[in-house]
């Protein structure tokens, strides 16, 4: 049995291959070993400790590295050949973690991995510029052995080693080749995929095409593979179709109305018309109506039923045999009929309401009487009333003593940073009443939050504060000293 050429292409297809798959994986828990390897490193780095044992410091000290003694190692080690600079070192081990993870690759591994070196050597160099403190420990500078080794290049020509401006000067220069090599190394810049092109396959001999096109079932061996992609295949497109049938469906049950019973037909006709009725009984005497005439026109067009399509099936089958059919010409003249806006100038249009009925003789006649005849009734005497008490009105209830209530309590609201004025004084039998304009800014809370303290500085027994309705103005109710009722 012979075979296309698309079953090994397929299998050998650079984005979609068995091999491709696994390259994957193996990218992605390779993605994720350098995270943890940075992790590992950021944490040995984090809790150095020059006192720590390691290749280069025999001791009996305890090893106080959060990663123990294979950390303190490694950042020893770190520290002492790069310096500071060990931190920015691990920066591109985290771009590739994160394009192994991501299923991208890393391309040109050779030449990207000196570049990562070289960045490192040249960030410990520009580190060494900068002058280490006393407490620096290390017998080198902050850019470790190869930070030293580099800026001894240009100490050949100064006559020792950079400082000051010329360290600075050489960062500057140094900063721009070393951007280029962090962004080469960490595979940012002329970067391809890079499981394709590990994977890309050589141009095929054209002579070699019959051959690949025609070649024996034998001598593939692929056939449990091309039975599992045919499964998945078909598993996969079952899936999208039945997804696709659900969506289809929700979006048809979403969309489509519910049917409406024809009893609610009646109801909603009824209600029309009750609603119309309502607008033309809001006539006054004079003819004029009350209501806006688009308005009322628009209800008295709701009040035809034969405006609204959906009525026109409420009747009985039965009926229509005593009826001719109606013209659809006709039919739709009549749906598209307005009636002319109302207008509310018209007078005539607009009958006035009914008197009131008189009443008849009979009904005057058969009345129930009066049991209190009109002519004998007397209004009774005003003997029958008490006399009002003398009531002796407060002194305190002066026009002068309210004034100096007023500017008295003005002072109080100053005192809790309450600014305003007191416009009017009400005095009354039991309270009297303060109006306070406050200034600009003050808030009604604040003042009506003050009410007890009003009432201690005032000596009163209570007080009672709010916003004077409709108006710019606060009520400060106090008690009067002597009650008048």
Not at 36 to 50: K, P, Q, R
Not at 224 to 244: E, V
Not at 425 to 443: C, F
Not at 459 to 484: D, Y
Request: proline letters at 7%; aromatic letters at 8%.
């Amino acid at each position: 049995m012979r075979s296309g050429a698309s079953a090994p292409l397929a299998l050998a297809d650079t984005g979609y291959g068995i091999r491709a798959f696994a390259r994957r994986q193996v990218g992605r828990l390779v993605g994720a070993g350098l995270f943890a390897l940075v992790a590992f490193g950021i944490a040995s780095l984090a809790t150095w400790n020059v006192a720590d044992p390691s290749f280069s410091h025999a001791t009996d000290n305890i090893v106080s590295n959060a990663m123990g003694y294979v950390g303190a190692v490694f950042s020893d080690l770190a520290m002492q050949f790069f310096g500071l600079a060990a931190v920015a070192a691990l920066v591109p081990a985290v771009v590739w973690g994160f394009l192994l993870f991501s299923a991208r690759g890393v391309d040109r591994l050779p030449k990207r991995g000196l570049a990562w070196f070289g960045y490192a050597v040249l960030a410990a160099a520009i580190a060494g510029c900068v002058v280490p403190p006393k407490t620096w420990p290390l017998p080198t500078g902050l850019g470790g052995v190869f930070g030293d080794m580099v800026l001894k290049i240009p100490g050949f020509v100064v006559g020792g080693y950079p400082t000051g401006l010329i360290a600075s000067v050489l960062a500057v220069l140094l900063a721009a080749p070393a951007l280029w090599l962090f962004a080469y190394g960490s595979a940012l810049i002329a970067r391809q995929n890079g499981f394709a092109v590990l994977e890309q396959p050589a141009a095929p001999d054209p002579r070699d095409q019959d051959e690949l096109l025609f070649d024996n079932d034998e001598d593939e061996g692929d056939e449990g593979i091309l039975a599992l992609g045919a499964i998945t295949h078909w598993w996969l497109s079952l899936r999208a179709y039945l997804r696709r049938r659900a969506a289809r469906r929700r979006e048809h049950d979403d969309f489509e109305p519910e049917m409406e019973p024809r009893a609610s037909a009646w109801r909603r006709a009824a209600e029309r018309v009750e609603s119309a009725e309502f607008a033309e009984s809001r006539m006054s005497a004079d003819g004029r109506a009350r209501v806006e005439p688009e308005f009322f026109a628009a209800m008295v067009n709701d009040r035809s039923a034969s405006l609204d399509p959906d009525d026109a099936d409420v009747f009985d089958d039965d009926d229509d045999m005593d009826f001719a059919p109606e013209p659809v010409g006709q039919r739709s003249t009549a749906l598209n009929a307005k009636v002319q806006p109302f207008r509310s100038d018209a007078a005539t249009r607009v009958a006035a309401p009914a008197p009131r009925p008189v009443p008849g003789a009979r009904v005057q006649r058969e009345a129930q009487t009066s049991l209190i005849g009109s002519e004998q009734f007397e209004m009774p005497s005003l003997h029958f009333l008490s006399e009002p008490k003398n009531v002796v009105r407060d002194a305190s209830l002066s026009k002068d003593a309210l004034e100096q209530n007023a500017r008295l309590l003005e002072g109080v609201l100053e005192d809790f940073g309450v600014k305003g004025e007191i416009i009017h004084v009400r005095p009354g039998p039991v309270v009297t009443l303060y109006e306070l304009e406050p200034a600009p800014g003050i808030k009604s809370s604040r003042v009506i939050g003050l009410s007890d303290d009003i009432a201690r500085s005032m000596s009163a027994i209570a007080c009672r504060v709010a916003v004077v309705p409709g108006r710019n103005a606060i009520g400060i109710e106090l008690p009067n000293a002597k009650r008048e009722t």
